[in-house]
């Protein structure tokens, strides 16, 4: 059947079956009985272009775990111990994947799958509660900051903080009580003006300024929180996501639990700013074809360094260039990222169609790009887009950009081969507009859970439901089996089209099982809103529900 059938529409049954179309065949070996098995792991992506099934079930995810923390009734706690089983089992996954990796790149084989389940993986273990140096990265050494550089407090009333994570109760009148949480959208502000999402006047447009902030937006969010949890006198707990406005500014949904009053969110949000500290980048030094050379180092100290192409005079180090910002009196902030004027508050209660639009709407956006969904006809936004993504090129994304060459200063961590308008960072590329941070913003105390596991929670359900929760739950036991990626043309993998296939079939499967108990028994209790990504959830396939 394979044969006869084109790729694409094996592809198109795939994805209506909820089967990713890009997964990792991995052989599992079963060390007791030496027995093997391919199973196909779910690529994992959130992208909507590049897996449709994938983003799907992420999306769905992100919705469970917004609904699950938004108007929680009981400070969440979490047990030590479960979180250093759950930490240790995620190290030891990440630690056999990073060996797959440099294996594959030995091989000469495409690394991208793997790392794409890698950075899954690396945000799971932050979000677990583990820090960098677990991963081996580099843990950042405070700095001492000058008091130049330092942020200005915000002109706000600072309230008694208790540590609670959940907002007040109100009574009505008939006796019942309400917990009312918020959701609140926070834009930047106007570059100049615009008509559908696209300048009335290009050549005044302060694309500068919108690079700018896209870039910093994450840090400036993260001082709204500050200043949020400063004034509401409790532990504000959030989930967010970020997205795009029409006008290819990004914004920012949260899900906030509990409330403050509408004054109280006003002046937070007029108060709070980030003052970027960063060396002056204003001026060009070094244009294109005069740019400064690497020169090796020599012996023992052995780094080397970027030099000035006609004088041989080394450029300063960022860290020299950060004391000479501190030395300098008359230094101001490269930049002062600041919300704009439209803010919007709404009181939202549990359990309310209200709610549940939110849910769907802070998640909507999720698996599409940020810079995605600009139509091919749509030539003025296509022209305005290539306008912001050109002033992001030489724009520094981050302390180790090489952008920073073309200002006379040495990035963090300068190597060879680094070249001003080509630096890798996230921020210059069209789908992200600037801004490299996560789509998702959760705080710690959100849900109580991390996002491993409200999956783990759903295949729980799923497995329960289908009556495999008995037997091994679905879950291999740790440390029996080894999981190894198929290296690329080994004769035993059958070929994508029969693999989808196969999964396909599996996937119905399960799907008509299911369908078959729910008719059964009415009893098996399906959320409505929820049935249609449970059945997806189901049909991701075993592959998934084993991984341990
Ligand atoms: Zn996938
Ligand atoms: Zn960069």
């Given at each position: 059947m394979a044969q006869t059938l084109a790729t694409e529409v094996v592809e198109q049954v795939a994805i209506e079956n909820g089967v990713c179309l890009h997964s990792i065949p991995m052989r599992v070996t079963d060390?007791?009985?030496?027995s093997a098995e391919i199973v196909n792991l779910p690529c994992g992506s959130t992208q909507e272009s590049k897996c449709p099934p994938c983003a799907r079930r992420a999306k769905a995810l992100r919705a469970v775990q917004c609904r699950e923390g938004w108007h929680m009734e009981a400070e969440p706690v979490r047990a030590p111990a479960e979180a250093t089983e759950e930490q240790r089992r995620l190290v030891m996954v990440r630690a056999q994947w990073e060996a797959w990796r440099a294996e594959a790149a030995e091989l000469g084989e495409s690394t991208d799958a793997i790392g794409l389940a890698i950075a899954d993986l690396d945000a799971e273990i932050e979000r677990s509660g583990l820090g960098g140096d677990v991963l081996g990265r580099a843990v950042p050494v405070k700095r001492t900051r000058s008091t130049r550089r330092r942020q200005d407090a915000p002109d706000l009333p600072r309230r008694q903080r208790s540590s609670s994570t959940v907002g007040r109760t109100y009574a009505a009148p008939d006796g019942r009580a309400y917990r009312p949480s918020m959701f609140v959208t926070l834009t930047l502000p106007s570059y100049g003006r615009v008509r559908n999402g696209v300048p009335i006047d290009p050549g005044t447009y302060d694309y500068r300024r919108a690079a700018r902030d896209a870039i910093h937006f994450s840090k400036l969010v993260d001082r709204f929180v500050q200043n949020l949890r400063r004034v509401a006198g409790f532990d504000v707990q959030y989930f967010a996501s970020v997205e795009p406005q029409r006008r290819l500014a990004v914004h920012l949904h949260m899900a906030v639990r509990g409330t403050v009053s509408r004054a109280d969110l006003r002046a937070v949000v007029a108060a709070t700013y980030h003052q970027v500290w960063w060396p002056?980048?204003?001026?060009?030094?070094?244009?294109?074809?005069c740019l400064p050379v690497w020169v090796a180092g020599d012996g023992e100290d052995g780094e080397g360094g970027y030099v000035d192409p006609s004088t041989g005079e080394v450029l300063p180090s960022w860290d020299e260039a950060l004391a000479r910002l501190d030395a300098d009196d008359e230094a101001t902030p490269l930049h002062v990222a600041r919300f704009g004027d439209q803010m919007d508050m709404q009181g939202v209660l549990a359990g309310t169609p209200d709610a549940d639009q939110r849910i769907r709407y802070l998640a909507?956006?999720?698996?599409?790009?940020?810079?995605?969904?600009?139509?091919?006809?749509?030539h003025a936004r296509a022209a305005h887009a290539a306008r912001l993504v050109e002033a992001l090129r030489y724009e520094p994304c981050s302390a180790a950009c090489a952008n920073w060459l073309r200002f006379g200063v040495q990035p963090k961590g300068a190597k060879a081969g680094m070249v001003p308008?080509?630096?890798?960072?996230?921020?210059?590329?069209p789908e992200h507009l600037g801004y490299g941070g996560r789509r998702v913003l959760v705080s710690?105390?959100?849900?109580?859970?991390?996002l491993g596991e409200h999956r783990q929670d759903r295949r729980a359900w799923v497995l329960e439901v289908l009556g495999l929760a008995g037997e091994d739950g679905g879950v291999r036991e740790v440390g029996r089996y080894i999981w190894r990626p198929v290296p690329v043309g080994d004769v035993s993998l059958p070929t994508r089209r029969v693999r989808l296939l196969r999964e396909v079939a599996r996937a119905q499967a399960w799907r008509a099982h299911l369908a078959e108990l729910q008719a059964r028994a009415r009893e098996v209790d399906l959320p409505p809103e929820l049935g249609e990504d449970q059945m997806i959830m189901a049909s991701a396939g075993c592959g998934s529900a084993k991984i341990v």
């Amino acid at each position: 059947m394979a044969q006869t059938l084109a790729t694409e529409v094996v592809e198109q049954v795939a994805i209506e079956n909820g089967v990713c179309l890009h997964s990792i065949p991995m052989r599992v070996t079963d060390t007791h009985s030496s027995s093997a098995e391919i199973v196909n792991l779910p690529c994992g992506s959130t992208q909507e272009s590049k897996c449709p099934p994938c983003a799907r079930r992420a999306k769905a995810l992100r919705a469970v775990q917004c609904r699950e923390g938004w108007h929680m009734e009981a400070e969440p706690v979490r047990a030590p111990a479960e979180a250093t089983e759950e930490q240790r089992r995620l190290v030891m996954v990440r630690a056999q994947w990073e060996a797959w990796r440099a294996e594959a790149a030995e091989l000469g084989e495409s690394t991208d799958a793997i790392g794409l389940a890698i950075a899954d993986l690396d945000a799971e273990i932050e979000r677990s509660g583990l820090g960098g140096d677990v991963l081996g990265r580099a843990v950042p050494v405070k700095r001492t900051r000058s008091t130049r550089r330092r942020q200005d407090a915000p002109d706000l009333p600072r309230r008694q903080r208790s540590s609670s994570t959940v907002g007040r109760t109100y009574a009505a009148p008939d006796g019942r009580a309400y917990r009312p949480s918020m959701f609140v959208t926070l834009t930047l502000p106007s570059y100049g003006r615009v008509r559908n999402g696209v300048p009335i006047d290009p050549g005044t447009y302060d694309y500068r300024r919108a690079a700018r902030d896209a870039i910093h937006f994450s840090k400036l969010v993260d001082r709204f929180v500050q200043n949020l949890r400063r004034v509401a006198g409790f532990d504000v707990q959030y989930f967010a996501s970020v997205e795009p406005q029409r006008r290819l500014a990004v914004h920012l949904h949260m899900a906030v639990r509990g409330t403050v009053s509408r004054a109280d969110l006003r002046a937070v949000v007029a108060a709070t700013y980030h003052q970027v500290w960063w060396p002056p980048c204003d001026e060009v030094r070094y244009p294109a074809g005069c740019l400064p050379v690497w020169v090796a180092g020599d012996g023992e100290d052995g780094e080397g360094g970027y030099v000035d192409p006609s004088t041989g005079e080394v450029l300063p180090s960022w860290d020299e260039a950060l004391a000479r910002l501190d030395a300098d009196d008359e230094a101001t902030p490269l930049h002062v990222a600041r919300f704009g004027d439209q803010m919007d508050m709404q009181g939202v209660l549990a359990g309310t169609p209200d709610a549940d639009q939110r849910i769907r709407y802070l998640a909507k956006y999720l698996t599409k790009s940020l810079g995605g969904g600009i139509g091919a006809e749509d030539h003025a936004r296509a022209a305005h887009a290539a306008r912001l993504v050109e002033a992001l090129r030489y724009e520094p994304c981050s302390a180790a950009c090489a952008n920073w060459l073309r200002f006379g200063v040495q990035p963090k961590g300068a190597k060879a081969g680094m070249v001003p308008g080509r630096c890798r960072g996230k921020a210059h590329k069209p789908e992200h507009l600037g801004y490299g941070g996560r789509r998702v913003l959760v705080s710690r105390k959100w849900s109580n859970k991390s996002l491993g596991e409200h999956r783990q929670d759903r295949r729980a359900w799923v497995l329960e439901v289908l009556g495999l929760a008995g037997e091994d739950g679905g879950v291999r036991e740790v440390g029996r089996y080894i999981w190894r990626p198929v290296p690329v043309g080994d004769v035993s993998l059958p070929t994508r089209r029969v693999r989808l296939l196969r999964e396909v079939a599996r996937a119905q499967a399960w799907r008509a099982h299911l369908a078959e108990l729910q008719a059964r028994a009415r009893e098996v209790d399906l959320p409505p809103e929820l049935g249609e990504d449970q059945m997806i959830m189901a049909s991701a396939g075993c592959g998934s529900a084993k991984i341990v």
